[in-house]
């Protein structure tokens, strides 16, 4: 994998990519090889704030995934080609909590400076923990709580900074 950590490289990586997220998803992962947990992501998005290209994520507390990033500074996201759908399906709709999900997948977990991404992905952004605040129900249309927040549970926002990304060659 090639390593990119100039900020320009970043960024136009991150002009590729905006639109793999709504339709071909992506993975949030935290934690170390020996303790991590991944989930799908559809709601995120790349952007630049305080003058730093970020990954925004929107995790409910519910989810194994969010006490990782919860206590980890950083997380790792990563992209894939779409033959593997079906396992980011098994990743976003099970729990690591219940079994060992990434096992029921074909991929293969891989130790990137003490982080987690996984061989097969084609681009792993790391990124360092900035912010995170739950979404305030007051603060959204009606429609949309009445559709996501009925039993009170809100998404937490996370901000990560994209420090590097490693891009398969």
């Known amino acids: 994998m090639k390593k990119l950590t100039e900020r320009a490289e970043i960024e136009q990586l991150q002009n590729t ?19 991590f947990n991944t989930m799908t992501v559809a709601w995120a998005s790349l952007g630049d704030i305080w003058w730093k290209p970020v990954f925004n994520a929107w995790v409910k507390p519910s989810r194994y995934t969010y006490e990782f990033i919860e206590r980890e500074e950083f997380f790792t996201v990563q992209f894939f080609s779409p033959e593997h ?23 293969t977990p891989m130790d990137i400076d003490g982080k987690v991404t996984f061989e097969e992905a084609l681009v792993t952004l790391v ?24 039993d009170g549970e809100v998404h937490t926002h996370f901000i990560g900074e994209i420090v590097e990304a490693y891009v398969k060659e």
């Open 17 to 35: 990519l905006v639109a793999h997220i709504p339709n071909d998803w992506a993975l949030v992962t935290a934690g170390n090889i020996d303790s």
């Open 85 to 107: 759908k079906d396992d980011l399906v098994i990743l976003g709709t099970k729990s690591g909590r219940d079994c060992d999900k990434v096992a029921e997948t074909g991929l």
């Open 127 to 150: 990124c360092r923990k900035l912010y995170s605040q739950p979404l305030d129900p007051a603060g959204l249309p009606e429609d949309v709580v009445n559709q996501y927040y009925q």
